[in-house]
Structure formats: structure tokens, C-alpha cells
């Protein structure tokens, strides 16, 4: 069966700092994947997707980057991160051409 | 471009009531439409989905119809339980172009149950 996972599971940066929040997804392969962040524990907001190694695609203009080094490994960055960066970021994935996603558990990142 | 437009709540019920969550959604083509549920400090789980006019997507006594004519997706449960209490998520994800395999969300709608 598929798993994915995310870690760290919760991270307190100071502004300023850099970040690296990585996500794997196991038993599958060729997935598209994705990152969501998620303010205040309401709505959705997608931030990246990629439907293969090395490509991503940028959902919104931000402090925030990705990377797809690997198949099932998909990596979120920010060289200096800001007080809006905090949130609880998630990843998912689909089978390639379907329609549903499937999510980690979740990033917690505050910002001071 | 899509959108979908869930029930504001927060909703407050007792044990045993019956929960119905309002979803509509705009659309071109013909988009699936999915509700997720998300317990406190978890991610989003698939809670059932429906990807044609009239299907009826049920899961864990959840229950939902595909209303093309009305645009809807609503979310029901007749007898709702302490431990279905959480957030949900109505999505849809439209089909071809830009938006392939793309979901876009409501923005939740909070339901806690009492006993």
C-alpha cells in the first residue's frame, strides 16, 4: 500500500532563517505531488505541484520554493523565512492522470 | 475559473442528530467533486467522491449526490457521532487544461459534536 510521510512533524525558525521541509511517498511511482499551506486550520492553499522529477510548477509568488531531486521526494525551501510563512503545510500525491489526492500528515512551522 | 463555496459554520450538534453540510461549486466541464475530512492536528483524508451527474459518492455513513443541475455536492449523515467531529472540506478537481488534476477547496466547515 501507499504511505507518504513529512517531516519534521512540528518547527519553530526565527524570521530570517532558512527552511527545508521534505516530503516521500512510498509504493507508488511516476506520482504527481503536491504542496499545500493551510493558515489558521481553515482553507487550502496550493502552492506547488510537480508531475515529474525536476519539474514544478509555482502556484502563487512567494517567500517559498520546491524541488523534485527524486521520484517520490518532494522538498520545500525558503532562503529567509518571514512572519507569513507560518502554517501547517501539506503534502499530498496522485496517481498519475487521476483526479484524487492523498495527504501527509502535516508540517507545523511557526515563524518568530 | 473554479470555485467551490461550502456552509460557513461552525456547526454544533448532539449525538445522534442529522448533519447536512452545504456545497456548491462552479465549473467548467464536467469537474469530480470529493469531500475531505481533517481531524485536529492531522492531514486531510478522502472521505468519499463522486466524478458524474447523479453518482452518489458514501463512506463511514457519509453520504453525498453530484447535482449538476444545482451545482451542489452537499454532505450528509444521519445519525452523527462525538468522533465525527472535525473539519471538512469540500473540493472539486476540474478535468484537462491548466487545471489538471489541480483541487480546489472550500474553506472548511467545522463540525463538533456533543454527546
Known amino acids: 500500500s501507499q504511505t507518504i510521510h513529512q517531516w519534521p512533524a512540528t518547527l519553530v525558525q526565527p524570521v530570517g532563517s532558512p527552511l527545508s521541509l521534505e516530503c516521500t511517498v512510498e509504493?507508488?511511482?511516476?506520482?504527481?505531488l503536491y504542496w499545500y499551506r493551510q493558515a489558521a486550520g481553515r482553507g487550502l492553499q496550493l502552492l506547488f505541484y510537480?508531475?515529474?522529477?525536476?519539474?514544478i510548477s509555482s502556484e502563487v509568488p512567494q517567500n517559498l520554493s520546491a524541488s523534485r531531486p527524486q521520484d517520490r521526494q518532494f522538498i520545500l525551501s525558503s532562503k529567509k523565512l518571514l512572519l507569513s510563512d507560518s502554517g501547517f503545510y501539506l503534502c499530498?500525491?496522485?496517481?498519475?492522470?487521476?483526479?484524487?489526492?492523498?495527504f501527509g500528515p502535516g508540517t507545523r512551522l511557526t515563524v518568530t | 475559473g473554479n470555485s467551490v463555496t461550502q456552509m460557513e459554520g461552525p456547526v454544533t450538534l448532539s449525538e445522534e442528530a442529522f448533519l447536512t453540510i452545504n456545497c456548491t461549486y462552479t465549473?467548467?466541464?464536467?469537474?469530480?467533486l470529493f469531500w475531505y475530512v481533517q481531524y485536529p492536528g492531522e492531514g486531510l483524508q478522502l472521505l468519499l467522491k463522486?466524478?458524474?451527474?447523479?453518482d452518489k459518492g458514501s463512506n463511514k455513513g457519509f453520504e453525498a449526490t453530484y447535482r449538476k443541475e444545482t451545482t451542489s455536492f452537499h454532505l450528509e449523515k444521519g445519525s452523527v457521532q462525538v468522533s465525527d467531529s472535525a473539519v471538512y472540506f469540500c473540493?472539486?478537481?476540474?478535468?484537462?487544461?491548466?487545471?489538471?488534476?489541480?483541487?480546489?477547496f472550500g474553506q472548511g466547515t467545522i463540525l463538533t459534536v456533543h454527546p
Open positions: 473540493a472539486l478537481s476540474a478535468a484537462g487544461g491548466t487545471s489538471y488534476g489541480k483541487l480546489t
Open positions: 499530498a500525491w496522485s496517481v498519475f492522470g487521476s483526479y484524487e489526492q492523498y
Open positions: 463522486a466524478t458524474k451527474a447523479d
Open positions: 510537480s508531475v515529474g522529477i525536476g519539474q
Open positions: 465549473a467548467t466541464g464536467y469537474p469530480s
Open positions: 509504493g507508488t511511482s511516476n506520482p504527481n
